[in-house]
């Protein structure tokens, strides 16, 4: 099969007939990987997550984690200075837990770690008994960067 003339008339500058100046040694190849890098950086961008999850950001938003914990009743369970109402005893109490070492015991007590638990207690530690609240990841990080403060 002869796809040859099909080619050249879909890109007319891949034509090499007489008086067609010939390519430009190693500008094109060249080109052509930069190009293909580009297209694989944003591909990858997109795969990670670029446009869909928001990046993780190094710590959340305090004060809306401070009205996200009333919101979510976490003070059902939990004591949590600042947080009106909030004077649950079912869940250990919050306070300074800027402060603390580990999570439930067990967790670095770290940004990510507190929103990833905050998001979904059971995926990190199976079997506990803080429920899954439902949270958002966003929402969960904002609440993390409001306990975090707590010292
Ligand atoms: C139904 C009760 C309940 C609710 C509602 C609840 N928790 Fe918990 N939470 C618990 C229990 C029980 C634990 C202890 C879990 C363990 O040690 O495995 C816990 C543990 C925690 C810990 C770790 C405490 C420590 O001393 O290390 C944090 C932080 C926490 N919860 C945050 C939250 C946040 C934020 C919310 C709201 C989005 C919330 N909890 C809602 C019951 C609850």
């Known amino acids: ?9 879909a890109c007319p500058r891949a034509r090499h007939g007489p008086g067609t100046p010939a390519p430009r ?16 950086l944003v591909g990858c961008d997109v795969l990670q997550g670029g446009a869909a999850t928001p990046r993780p950001l190094a710590l959340g938003d305090a004060d809306r984690g401070l009205r996200l914990l009333s919101q979510y009743q976490c003070g059902s369970c939990h ?11 079912i869940g250990p109490p919050l306070g300074a837990f800027g402060l603390r070492s580990y999570i439930a015991g067990q ?4 940004p990510d770690t507190l929103a990833r638990w905050i ?6 530690i199976p079997g506990t008994a803080m429920p899954d609240m439902g949270a ?3 929402d969960a990080r904002d609440m993390a960067a409001y306990l975090l403060s707590l010292r």
């Not at 099969?1 to 050249?8: G, I, L, T």
């Not at 004591?79 to 005893?89: D, E, K, N, R, S």
């Not at 967790?107 to 770290?110: H, W």
């Open 1 to 9: 099969m002869n796809r040859a003339p099909q080619h050249n008339k």
């Open 25 to 40: 040694g190693p500008l094109r190849p060249a080109l052509f990987a930069s190009a293909a890098l580009a297209l694989l």
């Open 79 to 89: 004591a949590i200075p600042g947080v009106p109402a909030a004077q649950g005893g």
């Open 107 to 110: 967790l670095p007590n770290v």
């Open 119 to 124: 998001a979904d207690p059971a995926a990190v």
């Open 136 to 138: 958002s990841e966003a």
